[in-house]
Every structure is written in C-alpha cells, then in structure tokens.
C-alpha cells in the first residue's frame, strides 16, 4: 500500500469488494451496451466514492488524494478501463476547477448532484482541431448582458451522451492567446446544446464518447468558474489531478493483467514443462513487476505532493509518460504469454491491451509530456 495509513487500507477493501461484487459481473453488458449507465452513477454516489477530495458541506467526503487514486486503481483493475474513466471524468477532470474556483450557486447545483451521482458531468475542452493545443480553441462565449452566448463544437466527449452539465472552457476574449479563456458550467438541457451519436472507437467501449454541439446557447454569467480569462489557467491546473488520475488507471490495469498472466503461467504447460518455469516467461515476468513496482513508488510520492499543495506538475508529467509506454509495452506482453487466448475479448487481457494506447494520449499526449519536462529542465 506505500506510505498509506490503516484508513486507506480499508478503503481499498472497501473498493476491491465493490468492483468484485458490483462492477465485474456487468462488464461484459456494458461494453457491449456502449456505456456505463447512469444507475452506476447513482450507485457509487451512495457508496460515497464520488467527489473523495471536496468538503462535505457540497457532498463531498472531504478527504484526500490518496482516496481518489486508491479508487482509481481499484476501479481499473474491473477488466473494462471505460468504467473508470467515466467515473474519473466525474471526480477529476469535470469538476475540480467547480470546487476550487466555483461561487456557491453552481456548488449547490451542479457539484453537490455529481458528487451524490444525482447528475453526470463531462469535461468539454478538446475540439475537432484543437487537442493538445488548448490555448487555441474556438468555441466563443460573448457577453451579452448578464448572459454569455456560447457557439462552438466539442470533440471526444466522455460521458457525453448522458452528461447533465458541461464544464467548458471557451474564448470570451477575441484572439488567439491562453489569457482570454473561460470556464463554464453549461447545463446540456439548454436550447442549442446537442449531442451527437456516440462515437466508435477502438478502445474503451463501455465509457461513451461523442461530439458537442454548442448554437447560440444562452448561460447565465453566474454560471462561469472563477474570474473572467482564467480558464486556461483553471485547466492547466486540473490537468495535475486527471494525470494522476491516468497513471493511478494506468498502474490499475497493469496489476490486473500482472495477475491475471501470473495465473496463467501457473495453470499452462508447453513442451511438458509450465509456463513459469521457461527462463523467457519468467524474464518478462520479472521485468513487467520491476517496472509496475517503480512506477508505483514514483506515483506514491506525487499523491503526497498533491497532499502537500505542492505544484507536481514536471513529475507527474514523467510519470504519466512513462506509464504509458509502460503499460503500452507491459500489455502487449501479456497477451503474447497468453497465446491464441490473448486475443479473444473474453479475456481481460485482451480488454487491457485493447485500452492501453489511450494513457500515451487523453490528458496529455507522450509528446506534450516531453514537452513539458523540456521546458521545466531548463531546455528550451
């Protein structure tokens, strides 16, 4: 468990018994339905596991980072990655600037609901040209009054068929540069807001994904986070916690499928000899628990940095990258221990392998990760 205390530790029971019990026997109906429907929601809301880290008087369970990334890990390892991404959108990435920065009409509205699984939010940043590059998007609120008008268009919007509110981050300021950005709860109930079909992807089935449409949509200026122009600053701010989220998904995932394969040699045998006892295996076995348990110890001193208040944002950019290419590589040899059962979606491993690519690039891709490292070492 690392540097965790006993309350921790029964949390993680708490979450290995729930996914056991309450989210692995419907994988396979979620996946094949394209989503994870919204009584799950409801139901991790009554379990207490939606909005770990905010204050208990908007819902919350007031607690601290450790929580979110024991729940993230532990939700990972349910054998479908689109679970726990619906849910870490929900906890991570649509509602963190909400609880910093939100005045208290849109906590009382929009977060105290999500954090109960009354109401299901998404993040709405990337647009069909611009992912990467959040400084540049072109959705455009305009003051009009007491009021915004919103037009623009979202892309890969988790959760998004479902969602209730949108936490958006559009342009109020003309040009081109991060500082005229701001964040918006946008209720999806709006005149002018509407959903796409859900998008097919090739990874992640059970966590649906769609384009945004927002025409001449009519908010409240109640309904910005925070200050006019600091929307940028907002999300590069909450970009620290959905990268923790993503490696503590990522770190999830590879334990389960480092368990499952070591099942598997144990059961197997080739040549009149198991599985485990041929050096190639067992090598790649040794190498595949090296590395989990280094990015463990790594990601184990970013929680204490979130704890701390402290800016972590070079070192959980190296170890969100080299998570990914970890897992990546990690999951590509799970499947080739496995043989010809590696490659049936029965199989979690084959699932794993399947969702692996996504780390290397939601929230960040490897190439936006060096990026980052560059600057902060000095290396412009």
Known sequence: MGPFQNEHKIFKKTVSEFVDKEVRPYIAQWEEAGLTPRSFFKRCGEMGFLGLNYAEEFGGAGADHAFSYIFNLEMAKCGSCGVALGLSVQNDMATPALAKHGNKYLKDTYLRAANKGEMIASIAVSEPNHGSDVAAIETKAVKEGDHYIVNGRKMFITNGTQSDFLTLLARTTPGTGYQGLSLFIVPTNLPGVSAGKALKKICYPSSDTTEIILNNVKISAENMIGREGAGFLYQMEQFQYERLAAVAMSLGGMKRCYELTKKYIF????????????????????????????????????????????????????????????????????????????????????????????????GGTNEIMKEIIVKMEGME
């Open 267 to 362: 059961e197997r045998s080739a040549f009149n000899k198991p599985l485990y006892k041929m050096q190639t295996i067992a090598h790649k076995m040794a190498q595949m628990a090296a590395e989990v348990n280094c990015l463990e110890a790594y990601s184990f001193k970013c929680v204490q940095m979130a704890n701390a208040g402290i800016d972590f944002t070079k070192d959980i950019s190296m170890l969100k990258l080299l998570a990914a290419q970890t897992q990546q590589r990690m999951m590509e040899e799970c499947v080739q221990i496995h043989g010809g059962y590696g490659l049936m979606t029965e199989y979690e491993v084959a699932r794993y392998f399947r969702d692996a690519k996504l780390t290397g690039i939601g």
